[in-house]
């Protein structure tokens, strides 16, 4: 498998658009992560089946979060995308997010490229509050069985906030 961060760009943001790769499919309740040492996916863990994925579950290649890691994404889409495929996304906005401590935002993107809903998804308010609500839910108790108040939702950005941390997680990606 190629490095994911060595072939693909964190795409055209300042448009609107990134590309992210799939590391966990909506439902699954393994907890999969890019290993960038040896450009594979392994399996970090399985989790309680209460707390399958909600959503799709990526990252932004040539991006690095503050906690260390790619920048991660949450891909909407009406099926499960499997692990290891990549897109081009739509930026729709950003879930603040603190785990253990630390920013780990989560950019929401939906396919580029949807004519199953006729790319009608243009931000966050085109999903609903009960869907943010259930993936705030989703994110402040996923860790609670294991190690419970690690996790904190802080609210959510629109696109404009999206793109600023996008930009930071770039800029942090070239010059480590």
């Avoid at 393994?30 to 399996?43: G, P, Q, S, T, V």
């Avoid at 996304?89 to 809903?117: H, M, Q, S």
């Avoid at 793109?163 to 480590?176: D, G």
């Amino acid at each position: 498998m190629a490095d994911f961060n060595k072939v693909l760009t964190p795409g055209d943001y300042k448009q609107g658009l990134v590309n992210t790769v799939v590391e966990i499919p909506q439902g699954s309740i393994l907890k999969i992560e890019w290993d960038r040492e040896h450009a594979a996916f392994m399996i970090d863990r399985v989790e309680p089946r209460i707390y399958a994925k909600p959503v799709n579950y990526g990252f932004i290649p040539q991006t690095t979060d503050e906690d260390g890691d790619e920048l991660d994404t949450l891909v909407v889409c009406d099926e499960p995308i499997p692990t290891g495929v990549w897109l081009q996304a739509r930026i729709i906005g950003v879930l603040n997010f603190i785990d253990d401590g630390e920013a780990d935002y989560k950019i929401v993107v939906v396919p580029a490229d949807d004519r199953n809903t006729g790319d009608s998804v243009k931000s966050l308010d085109d999903l609903g509050m009960r869907w943010k609500q259930m993936i705030a839910e989703h994110f402040s108790h996923y860790k609670d069985l294991k190690k419970p108040g690690t996790t904190l939702v802080e609210g959510w950005g629109d696109i404009e906030d999206a793109k600023k941390i996008i930009a930071e997680s770039i800029k942090r990606y070239q010059n480590k």
